[in-house]
């Protein structure tokens, strides 16, 4: 069974294909172009981008003629109700009329179920799909610690156990690489900048019955900066603080279910030191290769191959 998947993040036009016999996933993937300088994406242009760039991706990565059984797409960012964004609209659009041409079943996914999806695949770790398990969904448009049970109406059922109460731990990443200089996504560039810091400020997260507050994290690397210290300091600054703050929500769950396999999802999860961090003190902790953490359609091809 082949089975493509497709993701229209506001990041990302990512597709892919999984082949359940050998477990091999193909990925063909760009990110969405943001002029220097800008914070972000529109919607609209999201989806203008995501509709000039879904055709040559497709092209290359179907050029070699696989029959597929079934589409995997994702249509909302998460599993609840009235989650939605204009740019996942984009993908839906291809993947019903690869459908409706090829008469093969079109199967809907959340962005976030795709990240798990994704993270337990790469880890090689799918048998967890059938169990519980705790699960960190860390990126720029989501901050949340999650118990995952196998769900019924969607691959997963999750429970919140943590969140952000403000901004997503990539989007403050992504604000303060712009602040910095950097292009955005901040992420990659932040971690290379961040390297050169010799010794930066020291931080301690503030939860709040589990949940964090990350926007006066912004406010602080702006007076830094104002105060002139170094961007490799500030950026390594925001990195560790990035870092705190989900290992201190991660050890509240690890503690409240001991014993469980801990997930860790999501774009800011490609980050070298956060992770770590993270496995140092989190015993077992499960990450998936880079390329598996950020935006992709991986996920959402694999969810696709189990439910076809």
Known sequence: MVTLGLDTSNYTT??????????????????????????GLRQSDAVFHHVKQLPALLEELLEGGELLSAVGVSVRPRDVKGSYMPCFLSGEMAARSIGAAGRIPVLSFSHQAGHLAAALYGAGELRLMKEIFLAFHASGGTTECLLVSPGKEHPFEVEILGKTLDLAVGQVIDRVGVMLGLGFPAGIELEKLAARAEKPPRFKPVLKDGDCCLSGLENQCAALLEKGRPPCEIAAFCQSAVGETLLAMAKLAAEKYPGIPFVFAGGVMSNAFIRERIAAEIKGAVFAPASLSADNAAGVAVLAAGRA
């Open 14 to 39: 990512s597709t892919a294909l999984y082949n359940n016999q050998t477990g091999i996933a193909t990925q063909r993937r760009v990110l969405l172009p943001v002029s220097y300088g800008e914070k």
